[in-house]
């Protein structure tokens, strides 16, 4: 099977994104973040002011629902899982307690499919060193298809948490996870429902999550107190505002709107050979 580009080689070029930074970014003011995210990250979404005032509301909102309304300022990752948007958004809460936009780009939730498919779950989940994050091995399944992504990208375990299954009636357990997937095959989908029930994410929005510490507050909270952990990358810049939160809702939108094109999914994935059971592409 031809492939334009090895795997070391994107880890290369991943590499060389991070160090491309001009300056460190742990002492710039919160915001300076929405220009980093322009810069840095490859797919994004353009959010009019009145769709980043409305996730907001509704970020605020499901924060205060979670017994949250009284948080340090720290980032906070939101999802839209509503098959119409299917869509990340990235913000920060003000010591005040207001919502700012930082940036957004497409993802893919849990879709309809075979046994172990779940509907993504909506809530507060909580990224803590209770359930320690890995990094993807970079191996393919029967397809050749890396359902983590490239070797070396961070995978974000926020535990079990209770889902609708696709498959039959009823709820079940699942294990939440936010993650790249296949840069060939399965990025170019990025906008619509795709996984098992976690959530995939650019490659370049991960490395931004990564490098920067965007969700580690935890991580930063038991290092303080001598903990290591083999996940995090000796060069990685920690943010003062590294928060832990990564909130998932559902517009239940009817309609797509236009700031949230739905791919143009050109790129085919490789057909299931007669002789070849492929092990499931991992969420």
Same mark, same amino acid.
């Given at each position: 099977m031809h492939r334009p580009f090895s795997n070391d080689f994107r880890a290369v070029i991943l590499a060389v994104w991070l160090l491309a930074t001009t300056q460190s970014f742990a002492m710039e003011p919160a915001l300076a973040l929405r220009e980093i995210y322009m810069q840095k990250v490859d797919r994004q979404l353009a959010v009019p002011q009145e769709e980043q005032h409305f996730y907001?509301?509704?970020?605020?909102?499901?924060?205060q629902q979670a017994g949250l309304e009284?948080? &340090?300022? +720290?980032?906070?990752?939101?999802? *839209?899982?509503?098959?119409?948007? +299917?869509?990340?958004?990235?913000?920060w809460i003000s010591d005040a307690g207001l919502a700012e936009f930082i940036g957004a780009s497409p993802v893919s939730t849990g879709r309809k499919?075979?046994?172990?498919?779940?509907?993504? &779950?909506?809530?507060?989940? *909580?990224?803590t060193v209770a359930n320690l994050d890995f990094r993807a091995e970079g191996t393919e399944n029967a397809l050749g298809i890396l359902g983590y992504g490239v070797k070396g990208m961070r995978v974000y375990d926020f535990?079990?948490?209770?889902?609708?299954?696709?498959?039959?009636?009823?709820?079940?357990?699942?294990?939440?996870?936010?993650h790249t997937t296949d840069p060939r095959?399965?990025?170019?989908?990025?906008?619509?429902v795709q996984s098992?029930?976690?959530?995939?994410?650019?490659?370049?929005?991960?490395?931004?999550?990564?490098?920067?510490?965007?969700?580690?507050?935890?991580? !930063?909270?038991?290092?303080?107190?001598?903990?290591?952990?083999?996940t995090l +990358?000796? *060069?990685? !810049?920690?943010?003062?505002?590294s928060g832990r939160y990564l909130v998932v809702m559902d517009s239940n939108?009817?309609?797509? &709107? *236009?700031?949230?094109?739905?791919?143009?999914?050109?790129?085919?994935?490789?057909?299931?050979?007669?002789?070849?059971? &492929?092990?499931?592409?991992?969420?």
């Open positions: 907001a509301e509704q970020l605020i909102h499901e924060l009284k948080l &340090p300022p +720290q980032y906070v990752v939101l999802v *839209d899982r509503s098959p119409q948007v +299917q869509a990340l958004l990235l913000f499919g075979g046994f172990m498919y779940y509907e993504t &779950p909506i809530g507060v989940f *909580d990224h535990g079990w948490a209770r889902a609708r299954r696709t498959w039959k009636p009823g709820e079940g357990k699942m294990r939440l996870q936010m095959y399965l990025e170019p989908r990025l906008g619509t098992m029930g976690c959530i995939r994410i650019p490659a370049t929005l991960n490395a931004l999550i990564d490098h920067y510490g965007i969700l580690d507050a935890d991580y !930063e909270r038991a290092m303080a107190s001598s903990r290591h952990f083999w +990358q000796p *060069d990685r !810049e920690p943010t003062r505002w939108r009817a309609t797509r &709107p *236009d700031w949230s094109p739905r791919p143009s999914m050109k790129v085919r994935l490789p057909k299931v050979k007669p002789s070849i059971i &492929p092990a499931p592409v991992r969420r």
